[in-house]
């Protein structure tokens, strides 16, 4: 059969080229390359509105779900259009990289022409790339418990949010997650915003032990939902608001509103509902910059944590070089093992 041709859409006062439009990409629903591209033009407006000047890591599959994913962190040198625009960004180890940083609707386009299916932004923007502009919080379900728990921990963290004067903006993972943004000043780094992450999960899980945890080992979580502390950590990133996500369904980690978190479903929010329902309701994240928050609430709680209660930092990521304070980087079982054998 052969190939279908080529396709050029103009996107703002660009002309972005479709190769291999009818590619297939998401097998169970039929969804092509093409479908992916349209989808990404019809959100792009809002998309852009919390992507631009982000550093962003691609998450790319070249013959779609059922074939090879990598992940894109460095622009090629060659061969990209001399409109793409790049931010220096540093990791953990100290090595750098240019990674795409859009700064209009081309560049989202752009990057779905190159099999980009989730997009993987910082929370920080160029050139302030070492100070994070905002708090993302993460509640991870564990096994045995779901999204329904994870919208009952959602509703307490916006108290405690509250409690620190704070204003957070939900939307759903695309799985069973919940993902909660808070725009802050860009004042911290990244060590003092993870601590502020820490100290907020600290308090949350205070008020609810049975159905919370902060342990970073799984071995420790239960069936509880994990507050992802280490999304703070640098490197580390979410789907950005309006990304599909890399699943069957071709979800899509949308923003909601407190109220509707417990009458909706990760399902409901897929490649062909959200550009209708953002027709219908807006961009929910359109007023998240009306307001830049101060951490210094979260950081009296952990300064206070650390006094009163002798908590200080908590694991890092295993690709982290040792980090100031951190505590010993072993599973329990095996710190356990080990102390049993040298007795």
């Not at 990598?70 to 060659?78: E, I, S, T």
Request: hydrophobic share 35%; with cysteine.
């Amino acid at each position: 059969m052969p190939k279908a041709p080529a396709l050029e859409y103009e996107v703002g006062n660009r002309s972005v080229r479709l190769s291999s439009p009818d590619k297939i990409y998401f097998p169970e629903r039929g969804y092509t390359k093409q479908d992916v591209f349209e989808y990404y033009l019809a959100v792009s407006e809002p998309m852009l509105r919390y992507m631009h000047d982000r550093p962003t890591m691609l998450q790319r599959f070249p013959d779609g779900l059922d074939g090879e994913m990598f992940f894109q962190k460095r622009v090629p040198a060659r061969g990209v259009p001399d409109w793409i625009t790049t931010a220096e960004i540093k990791f953990p180890s100290g090595r750098k990289a240019d990674e795409l940083c859009p700064k209009e609707p081309a560049a989202l386009l752009w990057a779905a022409q190159m099999n980009t299916i989730v997009f993987h932004p910082w929370p920080v923007r160029a050139p302030a790339t070492e100070n994070p502009d905002e708090l993302r919080i993460d509640l991870d379900p564990q096994p045995g418990t779901d999204f329904a728990d994870a919208v009952k921990v959602a509703g307490l963290a916006r108290t405690v949010l509250a409690d620190a004067g704070l204003v957070g903006f939900p939307k759903t993972s695309g799985g069973r997650g919940i993902h909660i943004y808070v725009r802050i000043k860009p004042d911290w780094p990244f060590v003092e915003a993870r601590r502020a992450a820490i100290a907020f999960a600290r308090e949350l899980e205070r008020r609810d032990p049975k159905l919370i945890t902060t342990a970073w080992w799984k071995e420790e979580r239960g069936e509880q939902v994990f507050i992802d502390y280490n999304q703070m950590a640098r490197d580390r990133t979410i789907a950005a608001p309006y990304s599909l996500r890399a699943n069957p369904r071709a979800t899509v980690s949308t923003p909601v509103t407190w109220d509707e978190l417990t009458q909706v479903e990760p399902n409901d929010f897929d490649l062909r509902t959200v550009p209708a329902r953002l027709a219908e309701v807006g961009d929910l994240y359109g007023g998240m910059d009306d307001v830049r928050h101060d951490l210094g609430t979260l950081l009296e709680w952990w300064d206070r944590d650390e006094r009163d209660r002798k908590l200080g930092e908590m694991p890092y990521p295993p690709d982290y070089p040792k980090m100031p304070g951190e505590p010993m980087r072993v599973q329990p079982s095996r710190a356990k093992a080990s102390s049993s054998e040298n007795d």
